[in-house]
């Protein structure tokens, strides 16, 4: 007799997908030992004996009905779907789940079957696993190379995709979660499969799932810091009381380890079922769940948990509780996702708001910066200017440069390109959505019948203007802090968005980015509209706005628009 699934797929064969299994001297394998016995089930690569627990059994979802719902654009009933159904740690569903859920995300041409090994091949010139220890990428984290249980083999598995991968995204600078979660996908997929999701997940569409620079790791801990004060405020205020001073914040910098490298492994899964579709805020959630239930239990009569245990220990405190956790995977969910008013539109406020001012620090500190460009000189190839030159009736070549030295440093990685202009396209909003709205970033360019020239570097979508919030509402304003508008003539300025400079108490109103529907766009507002344009794209209006605090773009205000021109930005040929 042979054991199979609920779709009829043989345990013994689902098994052998996986590259690895977990190490015979672990905890772990002396209990799925122990289920084997009884089930004459073959080498599940985790366990969990609630497989083995009598009674009524879950009304699990299955991996078709999870399918379905992706396929027809259903996120928020998948996300419902990920976060309640409780499947047993070693669940058949996640090797064909957490492909979908990675995939889901991936950007650019599908890799073709083979892809991989050729990337090992050019990568080690053959696809055996040497022998000898692999170099790993110095994007890596020695200290959190964290293996879960998987044996010699599997970790030298997991030591050459993390290789292939860095060997395939240059960019990458700093990356000490990408072995971890590596590491976790390994215990129920392929070497190949492994590939595939991590690839999705480091240039994801529009989520952020694995920071990949020193400067955004920093922007994470900080992030979680500034949510906790307001929805975990009663745990933060405790641990302030216990480390005055410096020492809570560096609690703070350990955060995604009390999740990665604290949580029980039955625990770490759940969660991961929830953050392969819905990304990093999933993390966020969870830790300051922990924080929750960390203060809840370490307040609570009779717990070991006392105040002069935990400041005695006070950097290990949190890492301790998480390995001993006393609450299930299902109720560790419930109270990370239970929190309420923290959305994805206020943690990606928050985040933005952290790394523009980090940004501005480093600016002023002085501090190295990235290289900005590819291209000689820090400017576009001269293809490209040439382009420029032939198609704009905007732009000149000293114009395109000043442009350029305002652009964020990781679009000059790139190279400008025409998407549209009213002299060959025609005045027509629908037009304009059409040419550009799956475009990201774009530079609208505005000539006046006055001869001003002037516009905006717009950071996100247009297509977001029909984008919904958690409760179906379509939000009116859209975009980010990168978001800034520029004058070239007959004044040249740059005017950022004022939350670089820090809060000014402007609220809402400083965060006013683009807007957008069939009859308008919008660009700026609070108090005014930094450039607004009708649907016939022939007239428009500047003012003074808040979100940028810049004067009118033209003297009069009110203008005749003669020419439109968007530009996008393309990978080098």
């Not at 993390?283 to 300051?288: H, I």
């Amino acid at each position: 007799m042979v054991a199979k699934t609920p779709e009829g797929i043989s345990l013994e064969n689902l098994s052998k997908r996986a590259s690895v299994y977990i190490d015979p001297d672990c905890d772990l394998y002396l209990e799925l030992q122990y289920l084997q016995s009884r089930t004459e089930l073959n080498k599940c690569t985790c366990f969990d004996l609630r497989l083995l627990a009598p009674g009524k059994k879950p009304n699990l979802k299955t991996f078709q009905d999870v399918q379905s719902l992706i396929q027809q654009g259903k996120k928020r009933e998948a996300k419902l779907v990920l976060r309640e159904n409780s499947w047993p740690t070693n669940s058949p569903i996640r090797s064909q789940l957490w492909p979908a859920l990675c995939t889901q995300h991936h950007v650019g041409k599908t890799m073709l079957d083979g892809f991989y090994w050729d990337m090992v091949n050019q990568v080690f010139g053959t696809t055996e696993l040497p022998e000898k220890p692999i170099m790993l990428p110095p994007f890596v984290d020695s200290t959190h190379c964290l293996p879960y249980h998987l044996t010699r083999k599997g970790r030298a598995v997991a030591d050459r995709v993390v290789s292939v991968l860095g060997y395939a995204c240059p960019d990458i600078t700093y990356s000490p979660t990408l072995y971890p979660i590596t590491a976790i996908l390994l215990h129920f997929m392929s070497e190949e499969e492994c590939y595939h999701c991590m690839a999705s997940l480091v240039a994801p569409k529009d989520k952020v799932f694995i920071t990949q620079t020193k400067l955004l790791y920093e922007v994470t801990w900080k992030t979680v810091m500034q949510i906790a004060k307001k929805h975990a405020k009663s745990a933060v205020l405790y641990l302030s009381r216990l480390c005055p001073g410096q020492k809570a914040e560096r609690i703070f910098m350990d955060w995604c380890w009390w999740v990665l490298g604290g949580l029980p492994f039955p625990h770490l899964v759940r969660v991961m079922d929830c953050f392969f579709h819905e990304g990093i805020k999933v993390f966020y959630r969870v830790a300051l769940a922990i924080l929750i239930l960390f203060h809840k239990h370490s307040t609570a009569t009779n717990s070991e948990w006392d105040a002069d245990t935990i400041k005695n220990d006070i950097d290990n405190a949190l890492p301790k509780f998480c390995k001993h956790i006393p609450v299930s995977p299902t109720k560790l969910l419930r109270t990370a996702f239970s929190i309420r008013a923290l959305s994805s539109t206020y943690i990606s406020r928050i985040f933005l708001k952290t790394e523009m001012v980090l940004k501005s620090k480093s600016v002023l500190s002085g501090s190295k910066q990235m290289v900005r460009s590819r291209s000689s000189d820090n400017l576009p190839t001269s293809q490209s200017q040439v382009n420029v030159q032939m198609m704009s009736h905007t732009l000149t070549i000293r114009e395109l440069f000043t442009l350029w030295s305002w652009l964020p440093v990781r679009i000059t990685m790139y190279q400008p390109v025409l998407l549209y202009t009213t002299e060959e396209h025609g005045c027509s909003l629908t037009t304009f959505y059409v040419r550009v709205e799956q475009h990201e970033p774009t530079l609208l360019m505005i000539k006046t019948c006055n001869n001003e020239v002037f516009g905006a570097y717009c950071s996100s979508r247009w297509f977001e203007r029909n984008l919904k919030d958690d409760r179906g509402q379509r939000q009116a304003y859209f975009g980010t802090g990168e978001t800034f508008l520029f004058s070239l003539y007959p004044e040249r300025a740059k005017y950022p968005w004022v939350g670089i400079e820090g809060d000014k108490g402007l609220g809402h109103a400083s965060e006013l980015f683009m807007a957008a529907d069939s009859k308008m766009i919008t660009i700026g507002g609070g108090q005014g509209q930094a450039i607004w344009m009708d649907e016939n794209i022939r007239f428009g209006k500047t003012d003074r706005c808040q979100t940028f605090n810049n004067p009118p773009l033209c003297v009069s205000g009110d203008f005749e628009i003669r020419v439109l021109e968007v530009y996008g930005f393309v990978e080098c040929e």
